[in-house]
């Protein structure tokens, strides 16, 4: 059965700091994989996803996830956190139906 | 460019109306869906259409209907609301091409009292 995990349902850094969100995901075969982010009150908004090839890809607003088959995870990261980055962050996967994780809440601290 | 629009916006019905939530988009796309958001639970799919006159179920269908009657319109029906369909309802529509992704629309917020 397709599943994604988000283990982390809130997070807080600080401006400046370095961000990394985990997923893990189960599905049958080779894995598309994406990134959304949802500020309050609005939809949806991709930030990145992966298909196949290089397995770091890069994402909008200085995103990137780096895709490890061994360890079925898409983590995304971010080197420097702005606070305008606060959000919630869910990662899915899917090919024509998607299956989203639960979601991670960042806070971003002065 | 509108891409996926959605109303009404917000909505408050009594436990046993009806009504039906509009999703409209203007990509051209095959692919349609409905998923309500929850909180901790993340969004999870209700019905979905691969095409004009085409639906099927997803996750969670009890309670909900649908239809397709244009290409561009994906209609979510709720027959008699229950204070468990108090949600936010996300529509989102693809490409049929398999490496592709979902783009969404602004959601409609339910509260069944």
């Known amino acids: 059965a397709q599943s994604v995990t988000q283990p982390d349902i809130h997070i807080t850094v600080s401006e400046g700091a370095s961000l990394e969100l985990r997923c893990n995901y189960s599905y049958g075969a080779t894995p598309y994989l994406f990134w959304y982010v949802q500020s309050p009150g609005q939809g949806l908004q991709l930030l990145l996803k992966y298909f196949s090839g290089d397995t770091l890809v890069q994402g909008i607003k200085g995103f990137e996830a780096e895709f490890k088959r061994s360890q079925s995870s898409f983590n995304l990261r971010k080197p420097s956190v702005h606070w305008s980055d606060a959000a919630e962050y869910f990662c899915?996967?899917?090919?024509?139906?998607?299956?989203f994780g639960s979601g991670t809440k960042l806070n971003v601290k002065p | 460019n509108a891409g996926v629009t959605q109303t009404p916006k917000f909505r408050v019905l009594k436990t046993g109306q009806s009504m039906t939530l509009l999703c409209a988009q203007d990509m051209n796309h095959e692919y349609m869906y409905w998923y309500r958001q929850d909180p901790g639970m993340g969004l999870r799919l209700i019905h979905y259409s691969v095409g004009e006159g085409t639906t099927a179920k997803g996750e969670v269908p009890d309670g909900y209907n649908v239809s397709r009657l244009k290409k561009q319109n994906f209609l979510l029906g709720l027959e008699s609301a229950a204070p468990s369909q108090t949600s936010v309802y996300f529509c989102?529509?693809?490409?049929?091409?398999?490496?592709?992704?979902?783009?969404f629309g602004q959601g409609t917020r339910l509260t069944v009292v």
């Open positions: 899915a996967v899917g090919e024509n139906k998607f299956y």
């Open positions: 989102a529509s693809s490409y049929k091409t398999v490496n592709t992704e979902a783009f």
